[in-house]
């Protein structure tokens, strides 16, 4: 095949096929409000679209459509019937209806619910969603799939003679540039290399200005840091001044800089998939280097490789290693860590980093794992300047390896999908259009936020219901902690979880375009270059976050929300002890106008009730200015219900493996006190929690199940096995089945005989 055909054929990928657009119409119509005009362009496209359809596709869609009819003739007809239940109390609407068959096709009811719920809930969905090139496909996921097709509709009715000052047209500029695969091909290497000459260059390419005598390690670190987003040995931010006066910002440094979370999976003692996933790291290394060094190999790039995955795995003993599992955050100064981190000009890397704030030495600077920088500059100290220069230019390239040349990104790709799981998956989990729409959504977050509101239907109804189940289960969440006998203190756990300030929907302030425009202002965006536009992003977001240091956190819209309103996943910021729940969340299946109230709270509520309660994990309870379960009665009970959940989970693979519970057992914690406190705020206001049609569930059977149906995720077991020991969250069957194990309100509800699963586990009483 000829350069030229390959060429074309890689071109095809990455454009959007006419089929892909009708679907993205139809997804479209049920999701924005369209004008006359709106409709007349719309019916154009479709029409177009829909005669290019092969008539295979057309066969398979009404097959689907009969499918679905006789679905609902069955319904229909068990309903005249009266067959389930008390007809009086089910609802027979065409919405109920609808709802009904979304329940049953997640089901898999030849389970017992008493011995398997998770199957028993979410066996349907795990058959109709296959993982494909995928290692996990959850709720989350199906919902950026939707919200990724939205995002590109509206992008394309985007004018092409839009004023080039326009957010939206920076929006539109960004995703072209992205999705011009000539843009990529083309000059990525060159603006890379570029960027790395400023940066000091790289031992291995002398085309990068590199020189032994003149590398300066602090300039490489500012450039790095400040100029390219680039996160060496740690990571800078802000803070609300969570121990002083929260009114204020402060700066905040975490660990950063490597590439498998936990120093598991560098010990020589590593369990074989953890040995098996460093080698492929090494191989990436290797690979990469061997496609950019111009200079004759005095060092041997496998050599290279080794010495920057043991100096990884040198910084991650001081993070992650034995005794080290609590996360501390701590309030230092600019001083203390001039003091212990001497080698690191911190002063001056501060200055670059926040210009418009004055730094002194009295600055606060909160850390998490304080004992990492304790070490951080010892280690620094006795580096030789190879090795540094090796490291830090490669977390450079692991940042950008998605934005360079199809060589590179094919190897990061690989490499990526044997981190997840998928030994022989060669290709990104996502097509390249859904990497250039969450690309352009990262750097332009609040105009494409503006963007997805404005076609979102029914958003203030929408917002109006949520925000009504959300104030019921926080009401009924900090009245919760009053019948929990074990804490002592209840009046300071109780108004931390009042504290609790929940955020729905989007700030309000990205509706105008006035505020959009000044707030984009300073970001370039130019057509034919994707990584240039990368690179001014990441400035650009750089100086976002600079701008936090000098204003209140209240009054900082990046403050406030740390997300996007095309997210699929709810928020809990410690610091602030806030609750961000985007607009994306609240559609189905997660909630919806026509859900009864069962499914509402049980689904809905539940994912609020379970993140607020992260006030109360290993992190929270050290969080804000009153800590929780200070006295040693309470602080030595929850230590025991906490080591109760962690020996209380099921196994994780078919071959019986166990998780370590003990890194997740704060989020069963959170899970269990949270669904048992959305149960409560459900039978406190059981209005319109009638019954579905064709569905012999009762409206508290309904709430367990909107619970588990809203954790579904079909995941493959060797990601399982490859986060087992490192991850601090279990695979959601695990999360699921834990929660109701320790439920007796589930027991009650599905009538489970003291011989069940359910019954038989342990049992820790945590809520």
């Given at each position: ?22 679907m ?14 709106g ?95 995928r ?11 939707g ?24 929006v ?15 000059n ?31 300039h ?5 840091i ?81 010495y ?97 040349d ?30 250039c ?81 000044e ?28 701008e ?8 900082n ?150 619970y ?6 079909n ?39 003291s ?13």
């Open positions: 095949m000829s350069a030229e055909t390959n060429k074309n054929a890689d071109e095809e990928k990455a454009e959007p096929r006419e089929n892909d657009k009708c993205d119409d139809a997804y479209v119509r049920n999701h924005r409000n369209t004008g006359p005009k409709m007349s362009k719309l019916g154009a496209q479709v029409t177009s679209a829909v005669s290019n359809i092969p008539s295979l596709v057309i066969v398979l869609l009404c097959v689907l459509l009969f499918v679905f009819f006789i679905i609902i003739i069955v319904l229909a007809v068990q309903v005249s019937q009266g067959y389930y239940g008390d007809a009086s109390n089910r609802c027979l609407s065409a919405e109920c209806l609808s709802i009904a068959s979304e329940v049953m096709t997640s089901l898999n009811e030849s389970y017992p619910a008493c011995d398997d719920f998770y199957t028993y809930s979410c066996g349907g969905f795990v058959a109709q969603h296959p993982l494909g090139r290692t996990k496909v959850d709720v989350p996921a199906v919902l950026n799939k919200i990724y097709h939205v995002v590109r509709h509206v992008i394309d009715l985007i004018p092409e003679d839009s004023w080039e000052t326009l957010p939206q047209s920076k539109k500029r960004f995703y072209q540039a992205c999705m011009e695969d000539r843009s990529i091909r083309s990525a290497r060159s603006v890379f290399l570029s960027m790395l000459r400023r940066a000091g260059g790289w031992s291995i390419m002398r085309s990068s200005s590199w020189s032994l005598q003149s590398w300066d390690k602090d490489a670190l500012k450039t790095m400040v100029e390219y987003g680039v996160t060496p040995f740690f990571r800078l931010g802000v803070t609300p001044d969570v121990n002083g006066d929260a009114t204020r910002s402060a700066i905040r440094v975490d660990p950063a800089g490597f590439a498998f979370p936990s120093y598991a999976y560098y010990v020589d003692s590593a369990p074989e998939p953890y040995k098996a996933l460093l080698a492929a790291y090494k191989e990436l290394i290797q690979n990469v280097a061997d496609l950019l060094r111009d200079v004759h190999p005095t060092l041997g790039t496998s050599n290279m490789a080794d920057i995955a043991s100096y990884e795995r040198r910084l991650l003993e001081r993070l992650d290693g034995p005794g080290n599992n609590t996360v501390k955050f701590e309030r230092w100064t600019v001083v203390n860590l001039t003091q212990r981190v001497p080698v690191i000009k911190w002063q001056r890397l501060l200055e670059a980093y926040f210009p418009n704030v004055p730094i002194s030495m009295e600055t606060p600077v909160y850390l998490t794992h304080p004992q990492y920088f304790e070490e951080l500059g010892k280690i620094i100290s006795t580096t030789d300047t190879h090795t540094l220069n090796h490291y830090v230019v490669w977390r450079m390239v692991m940042k950008y390896a998605p934005h360079l199809k060589e590179i990104r094919d190897l990061y790709y690989k490499f990526m999908q044997k981190v997840h799981g998928a030994e022989n998956v060669n290709v990104p989990e996502e097509e390249w259009w859904e990497q729409v969450r690309h352009t959504s990262h750097y332009l977050g609040h105009a494409v936020g503006a963007l997805y509101v404005d076609q979102f239907k029914d958003k203030d109804k929408v917002l109006q219901e949520a925000k009504v189940i959300t104030d019921k289960v926080k009401k009924v969440s900090e009245r919760s902690v009053g019948d929990v006998e074990w804490i002592q203190n209840k009046w300071e756990v109780k108004e931390k979880i009042k504290g609790v300030n929940v955020e729905l929907g989007y700030p309000e302030v990205i509706t105008d375009p006035h505020y959009l425009e707030y984009y202002k300073a970001f370039i965006v130019k057509l034919g270059s994707h990584l240039d536009n990368v690179f001014e992003g990441e400035k650009f977001l750089r100086m976002r976050e600079a936090k240091l000098s204003q209140a956190p209240a009054t819209v990046d403050q406030v929300w740390t997300t996007y309103p095309q997210s699929a996943v709810p928020e809990y910021i410690y610091e602030s002890n806030s609750l961000l729940v985007p607009l994306a969340v609240l559609q189905k299946p997660t909630f919806s106008l026509s859900q009864l109230r069962s499914i509402q709270y049980g689904s809905l509520g539940s994912l609020v009730a379970t993140h607020m309660f992260k006030a109360l994990d290993k992190t929270g309870i050290h969080m804000g200015p009153t800590p929780q379960f200070t006295d040693q009665s309470t602080r030595r009970t929850y230590a025991e219900k906490l080591q109760c959940l962690a020996e209380s989970y099921p196994p994780a693979t078919v071959d019986g493996e166990r998780i370590d519970g003990a890194r997740t057992a704060d989020e069963a914690f959170a899970d269990v006190a949270g669904v048992t406190a959305a149960y409560a705020a459900f039978k406190a206001a059981e209005e319109g929690s009638g019954a579905l049609p064709a569905l012999d569930l009762s409206p508290d059977q309904l709430f367990f199940v909107g588990a149906q809203s954790m579904c995720e995941i493959g077991e060797d990601r399982v096995v490859n986060a087992n020991r490192t991850s601090r969250s279990a695979p959601n069957r695990l999360r699921v089945l834990l929660t109701v194990q320790q439920m007796p309100e589930f027991s009650a509800a599905f009538g489970c005989g011989d069940t699963r359910v019954q038989t586990a342990k049992k820790c009483n945590v809520w």
